[in-house]
């Protein structure tokens, strides 16, 4: 059942809608869902999907073994990351993103891994400058070239620095910028290591608790000539602000103590960094402009707002859509609506899911949304409330996000891949 609750949709006077820190997009064709959360990691499209009255059947499906690794779409080919069903290997698989069929594969071992959760990879590819890299459940670290599927490289950090894999296996989906591959590992001296994109070799590495499963991010400081990338990490321990030259520390938050499976990753509009973890709650600091060394400032922070698992998206009006959690009584996935710079809860969309949902925020405001029970919505967002538009089972339950690239939906359950045309899918 969905209960919403309105707030006060007035916006504090004077926000700045230009962007003095924004998330660096790759380097993608119009279209391409290339990445960990979409082109620019944030869970935003450029597109727009109409209302529709029946879904219909999809354009095409293809069986797939488990994963929670959400599939990415770069110049006409989806790229899926599965388990070898009843072996110790995983396998990477190219499609034609129109027709389902298969371009190339790559089968490689890893260590041997079991889990109540699935045995499949959790971390998403990513696509840049035609390559594909991938991250497996113990930490195999592949690079292909993205079109012939030709492996360039593979290494395993966790193996390689004798650094202990998390027990519910490696989650966190590294980032690529300024040619190199940041990874979250965790121990000593080896929290965030940085490899060569072109090689594989290990470029740095930096801190000593254990990483965390957020995923990195990369925002721009300052303007103009003085722009430069950052690398944005969340440990278990604290936020941090690294330079991706070298990985020396430009600025850290400290977080509660969070447990090291806590995944939501973090978001940014304009100069807002928003950061929702399971013992935190959630907090918004306040970057300064430029690159340098002056910590953050913290705006405001809800320990109340938490969350173990999606992560939510960003409007660049002003506002930020979160996934929070109740584990008690029963679980419950409920999306807030909340203004950036006050912390102002404006609506709660509640038991939209159980334990996960995927959102996507669209052009014209619109949300597109997957819950775990494989119910995909459109809904009306902004702060004035949320309204459902359409709705429609397009796939089994599903912890996986949904994708959206050049029309096409894209949803993984625990047996298939399945895309689904929506520009044919508009009612009347």
């Known amino acids: 059942m969905c209960r919403m609750i309105p707030r006060s949709c007035t916006h504090q006077s004077g926000f700045c809608i230009a962007a003095v820190l924004a998330i660096v997009c790759t380097e993608s064709a119009a279209?391409?869902?290339p990445q960990?959360?979409?082109?620019?990691?944030?869970?935003v499209s450029t597109e727009t999907v109409a209302p529709w009255n029946k879904l219909g059947d999809p354009a095409w499906k293809r069986?797939?073994?488990s994963g929670f690794s959400v599939p990415v779409v770069a110049e006409g080919l989806l790229f899926v990351h599965a388990t070898v069903p009843g072996q110790d290997e995983e396998e990477v698989i190219?499609?034609?993103a129109?027709?389902?069929?298969?371009?190339w594969r790559d089968t490689y071992a890893r260590e041997p891994y079991k889990s109540d959760l699935g045995v499949g990879p959790r971390a998403t590819p990513s696509v840049i400058n035609g390559r594909l890299y991938t991250t497996g459940i113990t930490g195999v670290i592949s690079c292909y070239e993205a079109k012939s599927g030709h492996r360039l490289w593979q290494i395993n950090p966790w193996s390689d620095l004798g650094v202990d894999r998390p027990n519910f296996g490696v989650c966190a989906s590294p980032v690529i910028v300024d040619g190199?591959?940041?990874?979250?590992?965790g121990g000593e001296g080896a929290s965030i290591v940085a490899y060569n994109a072109e090689t594989g070799e290990e470029a740095w590495k930096t801190l000593d608790e254990p990483a965390g499963s957020a995923s990195p991010i990369v925002v721009q400081r300052g303007e103009g000539?003085?722009?430069?990338?950052e690398v944005v990490v969340q440990t278990t321990l604290r936020l941090v602000g690294l330079d991706p030259a070298d990985g020396a520390t430009r600025w850290e938050h400290p977080l509660v103590f969070e447990p090291s499976g806590v995944s939501p990753t973090s978001l940014v509009i304009n100069d807002w960094l928003i950061c929702t973890t399971q013992d935190t709650g959630t907090l918004a600091l306040r970057l300064p402009p430029a690159a340098g060394t002056t910590p953050p400032s913290l705006a405001w922070w809800n320990q109340d707002l938490s969350s173990y698992f999606s992560t939510g998206t960003v409007d660049p009006s002003g506002l930020v859509y979160l996934v929070t959690n109740q584990v008690m009584p029963l679980p419950r996935a409920d999306i807030r609506c909340l203004d950036v710079q006050s912390g102002e809860e404006k609506w709660l969309g509640e038991g939209l899911g159980y334990f996960h949902i995927g959102l996507i925020l669209l052009s014209d405001g619109k949300l597109l949304t997957l819950d775990d029970g494989g119910f995909l919505v459109l809904a009306e967002g902004g702060a004035e409330g949320y309204k459902e538009l359409a709705r429609a089972k397009v796939c089994s339950g599903t912890?996986?996000?949904?994708?959206?690239?050049?029309?096409?939906?894209y949803v993984r359950d625990s047996k298939e891949v399945i895309c689904y045309d929506l520009r044919d899918a508009a009612g009347p």
């Open 98 to 103: 129109l027709t389902g069929q298969d371009v």
């Open 94 to 96: 190219a499609v034609d």
């Open 31 to 33: 279209g391409d869902w």
């Open 225 to 229: 000539a003085d722009q430069v990338n």
């Open 180 to 185: 190199k591959v940041v990874v979250a590992v």
């Open 63 to 65: 069986e797939t073994a």
């Open 36 to 43: 960990w959360l979409g082109p620019t990691r944030n869970g």
């Open 399 to 409: 912890f996986c996000n949904p994708v959206l690239a050049d029309g096409r939906l």
